[in-house]
């Protein structure tokens, strides 16, 4: 083989090589890279102690929650950006986890004010925020829904309600409703979901029937509606037949609340009796059936509403 022949085979190699490399490039899925926002703000902090140092990471802390909230505004109402949403507040708290990397621009300390101001420019890991606030109802996307939430406040035969246990109590009627809803098309939010954004004592005002409590879960939780009340399933110790089957008997009541409107869209009390021999499975037996009653009354009610807004003619 001739020198001209290897060179030219070393020629069509390389050339084969790079069109490979090539056609891999092209035909490989290219990693998924995080969403990403940049953003400028100040971070102003007291100076106490004449501790500069303590000041200076104060502000730069305070800038990073003010890039955090800066995002925030893009994605939520801003009357939901407050310490007094929980969801909210844990954020602002980990500020620090959304951040992927930060500039200060500059700093500056004034003695007169015992002030210690930076300007940053913060760089916010966005789709991870978008993330933890996904399912709580309060992102703008979701206002394009129709979202109910339910909270039934349960208490079975022999079973004792503590505050305390409230978030990881199980409701057989607020699990029925959540269902029928759902087969219903709606979107909706059980306990689980509002308790990353609601404080369980305001929960228990609108529970025990405070009317603004409920307004402000629906406001803090992005709910357009509210389906709140209580259910007590109790043994009729006066009803015993022959075969030592034990009546039963549950009562729910609870109130459908359109937060937009602050109006009450119904009311309404279902009572279900039923036979068991065992009284916690006879309790909740009671519990389903008055639960599927009243979920048939409060959806018609509900889709009612929004089947006559649909019928509006635009202006």
């Known amino acids: 083989m001739s020198d001209k022949e290897i060179i030219n085979i070393g020629r069509n190699c390389r050339i084969i090589l790079f069109a490979a490399i090539l056609i891999f490039c092209f035909i490989t899925p290219a990693r998924s890279q995080p969403l990403l926002t940049t953003t400028i703000v100040a971070g102003v902090s007291t100076i106490k102690n004449r501790n500069q140092p303590k000041a200076r990471k104060k502000a730069i802390d305070n800038a990073v929650i003010e890039a955090v909230e800066n995002i925030l505004f893009d994605m939520v109402d801003f009357e939901v950006l407050t310490p ?29 004010l015992k002030t210690y101001k930076v300007v940053l420019q913060v760089t916010i890991f966005s789709e991870d925020l978008k993330g933890h606030l996904a399912g709580s109802g309060l992102l703008f996307e979701d206002k394009y829904k129709h979202i109910v939430a339910v909270v039934i406040n349960e208490r079975n035969v022999r079973t004792r309600n503590t505050l305390s246990d409230f978030w990881e109590r199980r409701s057989v009627s607020e699990s029925i409703m959540l269902q029928r809803f759902k087969e219903k098309g709606l979107v909706v939010m059980g306990r689980h979901a509002l308790k990353k954004s609601i404080d369980r004592n305001l929960m228990m005002e609108a ?31 006066e009803e015993t037949n022959n075969r030592g089957m034990e009546s039963f008997t549950a009562n729910i009541s609870a109130r459908a609340i359109r937060i937009d409107k602050r109006t009450i869209l119904g009311a309404r009390s279902e009572f279900a009796t039923v036979l068991s021999k065992d009284e916690i499975a006879g309790g909740y037996q009671a519990l389903r059936e008055a639960s599927e009653r009243l979920s048939s009354f409060f959806i018609d009610k509900i889709l009612k509403v929004w089947e006559d807004e649909s019928d509006e003619p635009e202006i």
């Open 84 to 112: 007094d949403n929980q969801l909210i507040n844990t954020i602002y708290k980990k500020s620090w986890d959304y951040v992927q990397k930060y500039k200060i621009l500059s700093q500056s300390v004034d003695l007169d």
């Open 207 to 237: 529970i025990s029937g405070d009317i603004q409590a409920a307004i402000s879960i629906g406001i803090q939780s992005g709910a357009e509606v509210i389906v709140i009340g209580s259910a007590v399933a109790k043994r009729r110790a």
